[in-house]
């Protein structure tokens, strides 16, 4: 089945993970790429999307696999024609086949922006980085089942924090993203949580790239 | 987009509705465009993307040189406390630019329920709202769509209003509003020549006068304005301009699907229904042209689903033609085509059938009324037989629901009448026992009832509606005869409808009430969320307007009605007769089995009537 690297930017990270889905059906076709059907009472276009992601997310490494009837056109004669049938924010980067199997991914590099407008509080990298270094950090997760603690230290690989501008404080990590998966947002959570004092105005948050479990590039 | 409102989108519900960017959307270098026009819809964007009128009238703008027409949707709840705490005034989606900076506002309104969107929506932009504080040409506001018809209520707010179907009056509207700006003219002048343009009626030209019990005395127009005004229709369907470029929404709406016309106009004259006689005279879509437009839209949309709507699909004498050529593209393209509004009749049941190879939709009815009498009283001829002839042939197939709709409160209506929508559910019930092949999943029958609700233009344009006590009293009655499982009754409040009565058959004197209301906070009322029935009643006590006087009083047929100086086509002396004809219990054949004389195809020069 042929996979597609694209990113969401812009005002498509306001688009959700169904409606991605649908804008995506529609792009094929209007690409004259047509899709497989599932068979079945409720015949379904066979796309989907690796990891959904949340409403106001930016990425730059999502995955979609679609599967296309008859003969299929090259990879980059696809790319290019689902350019042309995309809204924009949504750039299909790649398209490539034998993608390696999706329950072998494991890790995300993901960036968030926290924006204070008074300008970021003194100490706040350090102390960021003190509490990311303790031994454990109970998140509250918002489950099927209702709200849990979550420890998030072991799911971080690695984190760099750092000051980028008078208002930004800017957080890079490594986390898990399947089996289990962390999200992003909890990192910010937790400095709202146990640094309320540095609660920011807003987070931006963005996925940068997907890893295996031995840390290469994922596609 | 601004940072205030990038913060603010991902605290809303779907705010995908609010960014634009979607595919088919029209943008323009400001540097060729005159005339900018915000085109609002006085409702969600999930409403208002499944409007045709409005795609047709954006794609009729911006295919004009040196025009650019964006669109405006109300914000929901949510979004309208974020916008005003944060100071964000109205903005259109493809520029992002506010409201209040546009040349000309328009806006399309289907449904007297959203004269609080109007005028909330002009407060969110900082747009004064009564016509007459906009003292420049800039800010121009008109307004058009089936509720216009009637158009006072809003007279006081809108500068003009476009009457009827908008493909040639818009362009003509427009290219003068280009010269006015261009030539500088006052707004007096551009007012003037605008009303000269048939179709376009200008409220402030008209002076409304009273007699002491209320009623209106006499409708004044001035400075040789015209006594009537005629709507505007296209003659030649297959000819008028229709956009198969259309705007795809990246986020789910209401019609999420392609959506073609097939004809306009209604040949049945169900007396209650106002689009029935307002649409009039009956002009048609050729098969060829609507089969090229389906696979034009198509293609350009992606879109997996298509509908040919029309107001009585049945009645397109082209339906067979079309379907042959259709079809086979849908089953080839894996798309869904849907044909609401079928009648029962055979050849109807055997495409229902053909297009139910994927997926069963529903089967509904609105047989209005319970007893055959009643039916004939309001013209709605679809009989009991006709009823049950369908049912049986779906419980056969496997259908185990079926929707009845109904109205209470109309026109000499008895408890009789009332208990008549019983029999006619009991009988549906035994037709289910007597064919179904599936009983183990058992029956359901939706049965609803809707509050009647007098519309101008209709036959019924003068006659009272119950009070909402009474309304309630006959829902009881039938519901305290509800006894099988198998029915799910649902009764619709009685208060929608009562203002939705006092609006449309209302005057200029429910402005104050309107902008009182709006103050208040009154707006998405046709979301039962945020109707806040308290918040009209106050409006009503403080503006000192009684609503019984525009529901249950009913209008007296010499009356001046507010509507009087608009012509739909069909004639004041053609509703008396159907509205005797009603009494009398006698029906009127439709068009097809001869010409009733409406007085509609009197709008047409090139063509003739379809019906």
Redesign the interface.
Same mark, same amino acid.
């Given at each position: 089945m042929p996979r597609a690297l694209f990113e969401k930017t $812009? #005002? *498509?990270v306001?688009?959700?993970h169904? !409606?991605l889905m649908?804008?995506f059906? =529609?792009? &094929?076709? =209007?690409a004259g790429l047509?899709l497989t059907?599932t068979q079945g009472f #409720?015949?379904r *276009?066979s796309v989907s999307i690796a990891m959904p992601m949340s409403? $106001?997310m930016e990425s730059v490494c999502e995955l979609l696999n679609f599967d296309l009837e008859g003969e299929k056109p090259d990879n980059g004669e696809i790319c290019r024609r689902l350019n042309q *049938?995309?809204?924009? $924010?949504v750039t299909v980067l790649q398209v490539y086949d034998q993608g390696q199997k999706l329950k072998n991914l494991a890790y995300l590099d993901c960036c968030l922006t926290l924006e204070y407008d008074q300008g970021v509080p003194e100490n706040a990298e350090q102390r960021v980085k003190d509490l990311f270094a303790g031994q454990t950090l109970m998140v509250e997760k918002k489950g099927k089942n209702g709200v849990v603690e979550q420890d998030i230290l072991p799911m971080i690989r690695s984190l760099a924090v750092n000051v980028i501008s008078p208002t930004e404080l800017e957080l890079r990590a490594r986390i898990c993203c399947q089996n289990p998966s962390l999200n992003p947002m909890q990192l910010s959570a937790a400095i709202i949580r146990y640094l309320p004092e540095l609660a920011p !105005? &807003?987070v931006r948050c963005r996925r940068l790239e997907i890893y295996d479990a031995d840390e290469t590039v994922f596609r | 987009m601004t940072q205030r409102l990038q913060r603010i989108l991902p605290s809303v519900q779907k705010p995908a509705r609010y960014t634009g960017g979607e595919w088919g959307e029209v943008k323009k270098d400001f540097s060729d465009v005159r005339v900018r026009v915000a085109f609002c819809f006085p409702d969600t964007y999930e409403i208002g993307m499944s409007n045709v009128g409005m795609r047709i009238l954006y794609g009729v703008m911006n295919q004009m040189e040196g025009v650019w027409c964006e669109r405006v949707f109300a914000p929901w709840a949510d979004m309208e406390t974020a916008m005003r705490e944060n100071h964000i005034p109205l903005w259109v989606l493809e520029s992002q630019d506010p409201v209040s900076e546009f040349d000309m506002i328009a806006f399309t309104i289907g449904y007297e329920m959203a004269y609080s969107n109007v005028l909330n929506m002009l407060n969110l932009a900082g747009v004064p709202l009564h016509a007459a504080d906009r003292r420049g040409l800039k800010n121009i506001v008109f307004a058009g769509g089936v509720c216009t018809f009637n158009p006072e209520p809003l007279a006081e707010f809108v500068d003009f209003f476009s009457l009827g179907e908008g493909e040639e009056v818009t362009v003509e509207i427009v290219s003068l509003y280009d010269r006015a700006k261009a030539e500088g003219w006052e707004k007096e002048r551009f007012l003037k020549e605008v009303s000269r343009i048939p179709g376009v009626y200008v409220p402030s030209f008209y002076r409304h006068e009273y007699n002491a019990d209320g009623t209106l005395a006499r409708i004044v127009p001035l400075d040789g304005a015209p006594e009537t005004v005629t709507k505007r229709i296209v003659e030649d369907l297959d000819k008028a301009y229709f956009p198969t470029k259309m705007i795809v929404p990246s986020t789910e709406i209401v019609h999420d699907r392609a959506n073609l016309e097939a004809f306009r106009g209604c040949i049945r004259g169900c007396r209650f229904c106002q689009a029935g006689f307002s649409c009039r005279p009956v002009r048609k879509k050729s098969p060829e042209v609507l089969y090229r437009q389906a696979v034009e839209t198509l293609e350009y949309s992606g879109n997996q689903e298509i509908t040919v709507s029309s107001l009585s699909t049945s009645d397109y004498r082209g339906l067979k033609e079309l379907t042959d050529l259709l079809l086979p593209y849908c089953w080839e393209n894996h798309v869904n085509l849907s044909l609401p509004s079928l009648r029962a009749d055979n050849f109807s049941r055997e495409l229902m059938e053909k297009l139910q190879t994927v997926r069963k939709s529903g089967l509904t009815f609105a047989p209005e009324a319970g007893t055959q009498r009643l039916r004939d009283v309001i013209n709605k001829n679809l009989t009991e037989d006709e009823i049950l002839t369908t049912c049986a042939r779906a419980f056969a197939g496997g259908w185990n629901n079926v929707k009845l709709y109904f109205m209470l409160g109309l026109p000499t209506e008895t408890d009789e009448d009332v208990l008549g929508i019983l029999e006619l559910v009991y009988k549906v019930i035994q037709q289910w026992k007597e064919n179904a092949v599936n009983k183990k999943r058992g029956l359901r029958v939706h049965v609803a009832t809707a509050y009647f609700v007098p519309k101008p233009h209709t036959p019924f344009q003068w006659e009272r509606q119950i009070t909402p006590q009474e309304y309630l009293r006959r829902c009881k009655l039938l519901k305290s005869h509800f006894y099988s499982k198998s029915i799910v009754y649902d009764y619709h409040s009685p208060d929608l409808s009562r203002l939705e009565a006092v609006f449309a058959r209302g005057d200029r004197r429910l402005a104050s009430v309107l902008e009182t209301a709006v103050a208040s906070g009154a707006r998405l009322d046709g979301w039962d969320e945020c109707f806040d029935y308290g918040k009209w009643l106050e409006a009503f006590r403080a503006c000192g307007v009684d609503p019984d006087f525009y529901t249950v009083r009913g209008y007296g047929e010499k009356e001046v009605l507010p509507w009087d100086p608009i012509d739909v086509g069909v004639s004041k002396r053609f509703l008396r007769l159907e509205r005797k004809r009603a009494y009398d219990g006698k029906v009127t054949p439709d068009c097809r089995h001869g010409c009733a004389g409406c007085g509609a195809n009197a709008l047409l020069k090139e063509v003739a009537c379809d019906a």
């Open positions: $812009g #005002n *498509a306001y688009i959700s169904l !409606d649908r804008l059906q =529609r792009a &094929f076709k =209007r047509p059907h #409720n015949p *276009a409403l $106001g *049938a995309l809204i924009p $924010g !105005d &807003f | -």
